[in-house]
């Protein structure tokens, strides 16, 4: 399937799952946000070309942040592109630690 991307970059929505597991997640992952952002605007502008083909869920896509130091996968995010619209289904922290 060809999806153009809007001139702006896709609008995006989130899963009310995804809000929830990063408020719970805040305090232990210090970094959690400014990584999930980084991914988002990433995302907003290449999620039709980023990212893995899901195996188990059809037009499921998943992107894999890593750690830019130590290059540990740390942050799985799953997310779906329809029209102009990239909707983030759900995330996976991989590594929960506070930074030093």
């Given amino acids: 399937m060809n999806i153009a991307r809007p001139v702006n970059g896709f609008h ?16 232990i992952c210090p970094w959690l946000m ?11 502008l290449a999620g039709h070309v980023s990212g ?7 037009h499921c896509r998943l992107y894999i942040e890593a750690d830019p130091e130590t ?8 997310y779906h592109v329809l029209g102009d619209t990239l909707t983030v289904l759900s995330i996976m922290i991989l590594v929960k630690q506070t930074e030093n």
Avoid at 34 to 44: D, F, G, M, N, T
Wanted: glycine share 0%; net charge positive; aromatic share 2%.
């Fill in 52 to 58: 893995h083909a899901s195996t188990t869920q059809k």
């Fill in 71 to 78: 290059e540990t996968n740390r942050l799985v995010v799953a």
């Fill in 34 to 44: 400014r990584a999930y952002e980084s991914v988002i605007q990433h995302l907003k």
């Fill in 12 to 27: 995006v929505k989130e899963h009310s799952c995804v809000r929830e597991t990063l408020a719970a997640n805040r305090q």
